[in-house]
């Protein structure tokens, strides 16, 4: 037998119901989400430039073509360096990051490739070289928001936004 208490717990943000899902359940506008989600990146990186290095760097790895260019000309606007955009997929390999820069990228590929790996030693690692604990937080949201818009807006080009938005 349910109580209110436990049915209250099965409610999400908004009062979506996640108990079951019919067809009164609102389903958000898929392309209102990704909008939504490229904003909330937008704003956190748009006053750090190692957050946008890291965004573009996401956006390589997981191959999101869109993201890439949004971040790589958000750099430029910033004030980055053409040159060390076009090292930004070769950084292991450049002298042109310096150590706080490289243990962001590596942090930004450790979470986009094996995120299972990530644990508290891996953590105080990081930390105890050049990037806060902040640093990492923020590192790893702005991975996870690159990869989730890019799943997002493949998901709608397979599907397609017409079916998307009859389906709920």
Known sequence: MRTAASSEALRGPDCLDLRRPGPSAQIPDIDAVIKALSIALRS???????????????????????????????????GEHPMRLCHLSAWRDSNLFGPRERAALE?????????????????????????????????????????LCHLLRSTVTAIGPARIRRAG
Not at 46 to 67: E, H, I, K, W
Not at 128 to 138: C, E, G, Q, T
């Open 107 to 147: 942090w930004v590929e450790i979470m986009a490739l094996s995120p299972a790996s990530v644990g508290p030693e891996l953590t105080g690692r990081f930390v105890d070289v050049d990037l806060s604990s902040k640093n990492i937080s923020d590192l790893s949201l702005v991975v996870a928001s690159v990869n």
């Open 44 to 78: 956190l990186v748009a006053d750090d430039p190692l957050l946008t290095l890291a965004a573009a760097r996401a956006a390589q790895l997981t191959r999101c073509a869109f993201g890439l260019a949004t971040h790589i000309e958000l750099a430029k606007l910033q």
